[in-house]
């Protein structure tokens, strides 16, 4: 079944305002402040203006949220050092981004008591977790009964960010309401393209979808049933590939949009 249509945008003035984080990386002998373009078409697509934040210190992160509607944590080759949740680093091959880590890791529960509206998505998916007091598995690949959810890193980014696996939605949550015209009898097929996972969910989050080993694949704040919860979701695969081709990608990040529109009318309405 097709998505549902597009809501018309709101003239640019009235459009929230969705926070996206950068992430660090050398090119040359340089440091730079790099956001993946397409979270940036995300946020877009979900009729939203994009402000990518390169970095902050404790003291600016009130000061950007007073900016904001909205946040959308991305994804990103580096993963969250495993020093936040009481492990070494398992492989040393791997990139870290301990800027990011530094101001995201104390963003998120400032985002959290704002009731503001949260999505997060893979590497975002797990700095949430790992905010709020959860851990990581650091190779789910190495883990007894899990699967490999790392794609094939010889094939193209075609084949490496295409359907890879199906997951389960949990019955009478927040992506069943969300994907009720479209998750065929209580699944929706993912990509899969991460080393890393869940390992132990922070407390006041509740699972969302599972993969077919049973690794968390998103995940809400438990009362999110609560209207002045705010919209919070986060998943472990990528909405964000592709999203205009996928109905799914589509009905969630509409529904983002459409909770950042609200937050924007409560917290600034027209007349102010």
């Known amino acids: 079944m097709s998505?549902?249509?597009?809501p018309q945008a709101p003239p640019a003035s009235r459009q929230p305002i969705v926070l996206v984080p950068a992430c660090n990386r050398m090119i040359g002998a340089h440091p730079f402040h790099v956001a993946g373009q397409k979270y940036v078409d995300a946020?877009?697509?979900?009729?939203?203006?994009?402000?990518?934040?390169?970095?902050?210190?404790?003291?600016?992160?009130?000061?950007?949220?007073?900016?904001?509607?909205g946040v959308l944590l991305t994804g990103s080759p580096s993963n969250v050092h495993p020093s936040h949740f009481g492990e070494t680093v398992h492989d040393p091959s791997l990139p870290l981004d301990p800027v990011r880590d530094d101001w995201t890791l104390p963003l998120i529960p400032k985002v959290l008591a704002r009731h503001m509206p949260?999505?997060?998505i893979c590497r975002g998916?797990?700095?949430?977790?790992?905010?709020?007091?959860?851990s990581l598995h650091q190779a789910v690949q190495e883990v007894p009964g899990q699967h490999d959810h790392r794609a094939p890193a010889d094939a193209s980014v075609d084949v490496q960010y295409g359907p890879s696996h199906r997951v389960r939605v949990t019955a009478g949550g927040l992506?069943?309401?969300?994907?009720?015209?479209?998750?065929?009898?209580?699944?929706?097929?993912?990509?899969?393209?991460?080393?890393?996972?869940?390992?132990?969910?922070?407390?006041?989050?509740?699972?969302?979808?599972?993969?077919?080993d049973?690794?968390?694949?998103?995940?809400?704040?438990?009362?999110?049933?609560?209207?002045?919860?705010?919209?919070?979701?986060?998943?472990?695969?990528?909405?964000?590939?592709?999203?205009a081709d996928n109905p799914v990608s589509i009905q969630l990040l509409q529904a983002f949009g459409a909770a950042c529109q609200d937050y924007r009318d409560l917290h600034r309405p027209p007349n102010r």
């Open 3 to 6: 998505p549902s249509p597009a």
């Open 214 to 243: 049973g690794l968390i694949e998103a995940y809400t704040l438990e009362d999110s049933a609560d209207a002045h919860a705010g919209f919070v979701l986060g998943v472990q695969w990528h909405p964000e590939w592709r999203a």
């Open 125 to 134: 998916f797990q700095e949430v977790n790992v905010a709020l007091g959860g």
């Open 118 to 120: 949260l999505f997060a």
């Open 43 to 69: 946020v877009r697509l979900a009729g939203a203006l994009p402000l990518v934040v390169p970095s902050a210190t404790p003291e600016q992160l009130d000061a950007l949220l007073d900016l904001a509607d």
């Open 175 to 212: 992506l069943e309401r969300l994907l009720v015209d479209l998750a065929e009898g209580g699944d929706i097929t993912v990509n899969s393209v991460h080393g890393q996972g869940v390992k132990r969910l922070a407390d006041g989050l509740r699972v969302e979808a599972r993969a077919p």
